[in-house]
């Protein structure tokens, strides 16, 4: 039987910095056959897109090109990164109104391909913006997703593996809620080595308060975008990396456990609202929700996160109809 060659294509829209960056990191991995990349502004797709070419000499084979909406028929996953950005001192639930409309009119582009491909969110507000997409598709929900705090969890991890001076890779913890101002760590999720973090911190040279500690390292995860932004305008590098997970665990359907957005419907008692979870995540997208056995003060601040989206959505469907 003759087999047709299905290559694996990403398309990515938006080619700013988060845009680029991530088709920058995508392209080292070999991960995917194809990276097309769409902007509203043509011209600096072009630009974005001949700079990330003249490295194909020293990349693993991929084809990078600037792509049109037609590509969306042939993808397997789609990235969003289009929108604006947050400005110093803007949260990120101030860009929702600027961004959701022009979510809309791309799910409308995206839908009008009959496009069978996994929808990756990743413009601010990610998780209400993950939410009206899904809702303006009309897809299930496993095939529309969010970025989460799947960052967020990034940077945690890193903080941790400095605070205990382990590798990261030996760090498993979880940011849950909003990729905002409500997020919040789940500890009792958080192991070294598979030791419980209150049990393994106090083996850790130099840590005298840790109480104290773990709340800095919070807090620190918190407002590391505001710090970046502050610094040098935008955060980019790190979420390219995110995004490259994210995408390489659909791509080669690894069903890695990742907190993306997606949509809640009774787990964890919250309905109808996106936010960052532990999801096994695999080529259909998410495959399953990981409830995980919260302490009652976590499951507070998950639904306390959830009403902060809740009223975010309301605020915003108030504006825009949603079909
Ligand atoms: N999810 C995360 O963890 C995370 C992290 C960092 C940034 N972000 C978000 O990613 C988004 C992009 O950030 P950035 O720094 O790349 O901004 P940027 O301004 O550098 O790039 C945005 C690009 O989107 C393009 N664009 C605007 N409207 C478009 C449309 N309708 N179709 C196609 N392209 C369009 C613009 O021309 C621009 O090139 C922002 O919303 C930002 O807040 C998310």
């Keep these: 039987m003759k087999t047709m060659y299905n290559p694996r294509k990403v398309v990515i829209v938006g080619a700013g910095a988060v845009g680029s960056t991530f088709a920058y990191a995508l392209a080292q991995k070999s991960l995917a056959d194809e990276i097309a990349l769409i902007d509203v502004n043509r011209e600096y797709a072009e630009g974005q897109v001949l700079d990330l070419a003249h490295g194909l000499p020293y990349y693993p084979s991929v084809e990078i090109y600037v792509g049109k909406k037609e590509d969306y028929a042939t993808a397997h996953v789609i990235v969003i990164t289009a929108g604006a950005k947050q400005a110093p001192g803007e949260s990120r639930l101030d860009l929702f109104q600027k961004n959701s409309r022009m979510i809309e009119a791309l799910i409308d582009d995206i839908v009008s391909q009959n496009s069978q491909a996994i929808i990756v969110v990743a413009s601010n507000p990610v998780d209400v913006l993950t939410h009206v997409a899904l809702k303006r598709s009309g897809w299930p ?16 991890r890193y903080l941790l593996s400095q605070h205990c001076n382990v590798d990261v890779g ?6 849950l809620g909003e990729h905002g101002d409500s ?8 192991h070294v080595g598979g030791v419980p973090i209150d049990e393994y911190c106090p083996m850790c040279d ?8 773990r709340e800095e390292i919070v ?10 932004i502050n610094y040098k305008g935008a955060t980019y590098f ?4 995110a995004l490259t997970r994210i995408v390489g665990t659909i791509l080669q359907d690894q069903r890695s456990v990742l907190t993306v957005s997606t949509l809640l419907e009774g787990e964890y008692g919250i309905n109808d609202v996106c936010l960052g979870i532990p999801c096994v995540v695999g080529k259909n997208g ?13 499951k507070k601040l998950l639904q306390k996160s959830a009403a902060t ?3 975010a959505l309301k605020e915003l469907y108030g504006e825009i109809t949603v079909d």
């Design 141 to 156: 929900k496993n095939r529309v997703i969010g970025s989460g705090t799947v960052l967020d969890s990034a940077r945690f």
């Design 170 to 175: 030996n760090v498993h913890a979880y940011i």
């Design 183 to 190: 997020e919040f760590a789940a500890w009792s999720m958080t």
């Design 206 to 213: 130099g840590c005298d308060d840790w109480v104290k500690q």
């Design 219 to 228: 807090s620190q995860v918190r407002e590391s975008a505001y710090h970046i």
């Design 238 to 241: 790190a979420i390219g990396m």
């Design 286 to 298: 998410v495959h399953k929700v990981i409830e995980a056995n919260l302490t009652p003060d976590e």
């Design 309 to 311: 989206l809740e009223g």
